[in-house]
C-alpha cells in the first residue's frame, strides 16, 4: 500500500501541481486582453485557485487573522461603493470597476501568505517567460510606437514588469542571484523602455538606485558596464529608435498622452472636489475619473492620489496614506523596500489602486522574510 502511494506521489505532486498553477494565474494576467482565450484561461485558472483556497480553509479550519493593511484596503474598496453625490455612473465602466476591486480584493485574502516567498523562483520562471513571449510580440507583431500588446495599456505593462525587474533585483542584491533572475532583469528593463511609460522608467531607476547605493562599487560597475554596452552596435540598434527619447525630450507634443492632458485631469479633479462637502469627504465614487465626467481628457487620472480622493474622498486619502506608510515599514522589514518605493513613486503616473498586481505585491511585500 504504502509503495503505491509513494508511486503516486511520484507521478502526481498535488502541492506542485496547486504552486504552479498560482504562479502562472499571476504571469498570465498581462495576456488576458491579447485573445479571449487566454482570458477565459485566466478565469477558469483563478477560479480553481480560490476554490481551492476556500477549500484548504474550510478542511483545516485555520482561520487568518486580518492585518491593518488588509482592513484599510477594504474600507477603500466600501468608499468606492459608496457616493451620496450625484456623480454616480450607470454604466458599464462603474459596475466593472467595482467588480474587478471586489474580485482582486477576494484574491488577494485568499493568496496563502507566503506562497509568493516561498516559490519566488518559479515565479521568475514563468516572469521570464512571459517576458521572452512580450519581446516575440513586440518584434513581429506590434506596429506601435510604443509597446501596447500584449495587455493593450503600457502603463500597466510598464508596472507589471518594473515591478519584476525590481523584485528580481531585491534578490539579487542578498546574494540569491542566479541565470534566470540575471535574464529576468535585463527583459524586463528593456521590455519598460519600450511601453515608453515615464513614470515606470523613473519609478525604475530611482527604485534601483536605492538597490545599488548600499554597495557604491558594485553601483559603478553596473554604470561602466552600461557605458561600454551602449557602444556596442547591436545594443545601439536595440535602443536608438526608442519612443521613449522622444517622449522625454518633447513631452507635451509626442504623443496623446502628453504632459499637459495629465495636468488638465488633475486640475478638473481638484475643481470638482471642491463643488461638495460631502463628495469631498467621501469621492464622487467608483469609475467617475472616466471621460464621462473629464470631457478634455480620455482616459482615467493618471495620478494615483489624486484619483483616490476624487473617487473616495479625503477619508479614502487618508486611509491610502495609513497603507502607504504600513507598507513601507514592513518591506523595510523583509528587503523589498525598492519594490515598494517602486509602486509609490509610480503610482503618480498612473492608477495602481486598479491594478491585479498592485494587491499581489502587496500580499508579497507583507510576507516574513526567509
Sequence with gaps: M????????YFFNFEQLRNNLFAIEIALFPWINYSDSLRLLFILILGINVSYSFYNFIVTGKSR????????????????LFNPGSYWQESFSTENVIFRLSVYYLRYLTFPDDFLRKNINLLFRYFLISAFLVIFVWIFQESNLRLILPYGDPNYL?????????LAMCYASSRRANTVSIMLIILCFYIVLLTASRGSILALVLASLLIFIKDIFRFLGVIVLLLFASQLEFVRGLYSDLFIIERILDPRDSDIGAANVRLVEIEIALKMLGNDFINAL??????????EIFSDSSTRIHNSYVAIIFEQGIIGGIFALIIAILM???????GLLPLTIFMLLNSMTVFIFTFYHFYIFV???????P
Excluded at 158 to 166: E, H, K
Excluded at 282 to 291: D, E, K, V
Excluded at 363 to 369: A, D, F, G, P, V
Aim: aromatic share 8%.
Design 65 to 80: 487573522s486580518l492585518t491593518a493593511i488588509d482592513i484599510f484596503l477594504g474600507c477603500l474598496i466600501l468608499l468606492s
Design 363 to 369: 500580499k508579497l511585500i507583507q510576507s516574513k522574510k
Design 282 to 291: 467621501f469621492g464622487h465614487g467608483a469609475s467617475t475619473t472616466s471621460s
Design 2 to 9: 504504502n509503495i503505491a502511494l509513494k508511486k503516486t506521489h
Design 328 to 334: 513601507l515599514l514592513k518591506s523595510e522589514k523583509n
Design 158 to 166: 510598464g508596472f507589471i514588469f518594473g515591478s519584476y525587474a525590481i
